[in-house]
């Protein structure tokens, strides 16, 4: 299939995406407006560091319940709409050569993305925050893995930083069957 009109992270991760679980893969193949329901638990950290970073990239607050995603998605961009105990937490992705874009708040994080062991493993290759380069090393402590559970999507995203701390650690499934 031509890269204009195959789905974003089947562009991103090539042949690989195939091996996929069909709920990772019924996510991600979903072009158009889509909204998801499910649960999530949030850890947040607590030292100054931690909150200042968490503010400026809209990090979710701490708790369990519900969650609503809405993707909006094109062979070109994705827009990702999280809401996590009453509070947006929007984000744009999209692909620079090999590497997953993802803006969120003032920064912009590129992902290099591999599947292991039938899961989407996400790990920072780099960083620009208010326009600037950032050492991808200050976020090795930054990272996703989605998997299938059952016939659910679920999702393990963590953040720490040195110095910060835990930023936010948050996990959790989304109903991919209905949206």
């Known amino acids: 299939?031509?890269?204009?009109?195959?789905?974003?992270?089947?562009?991103?991760?090539?042949?690989?995406?195939?091996?996929?679980p069909a709920p990772l893969r019924a996510l991600h193949v979903a072009q158009g407006r889509r909204r998801y329901a499910g649960a999530v638990?949030?850890?947040?950290?607590?030292?100054?560091?931690?909150?200042?970073?968490?503010f400026a990239t809209r990090l979710p607050p701490a708790g369990s319940g519900?969650?609503?995603?809405?993707?909006?998605?094109?062979?070109?961009q994705e827009y990702w709409t999280r809401y996590i105990g009453g509070r947006a937490m929007p984000s744009r992705l999209w692909r620079e050569g090999s590497v997953l874009c993802e803006r969120l708040g003032v920064a912009t994080f590129g992902f290099h993305l591999?599947?292991?062991n039938?899961?989407?493993?996400?790990?920072?290759?780099?960083?620009?925050?208010?326009?600037?380069?950032?050492?991808?090393?200050w976020f090795t402590g930054v990272g996703a893995r989605e998997s299938a559970d059952g016939?659910?999507?679920?999702f393990d995203v963590w953040a720490s930083l040195p110095l910060a701390g835990l930023l936010v650690h948050y996990r959790g499934w989304l109903d991919v069957r209905n949206e």
Do not use: N
Request: charged share 25%.
């Open 1 to 20: 299939m031509d890269a204009a009109v195959r789905p974003l992270f089947a562009q991103v991760l090539g042949p690989a995406f195939e091996t996929l």
């Open 41 to 54: 638990e949030v850890e947040r950290g607590s030292g100054l560091l931690s909150r200042l970073a968490a």
């Open 66 to 76: 519900p969650l609503c995603v809405e993707i909006e998605a094109s062979p070109s």
């Open 114 to 116: 591999e599947v292991v």
């Open 118 to 137: 039938e899961a989407i493993v996400w790990r920072v290759v780099r960083v620009r925050v208010f326009g600037v380069s950032l050492p991808p090393r």
């Open 151 to 154: 016939e659910r999507y679920a």
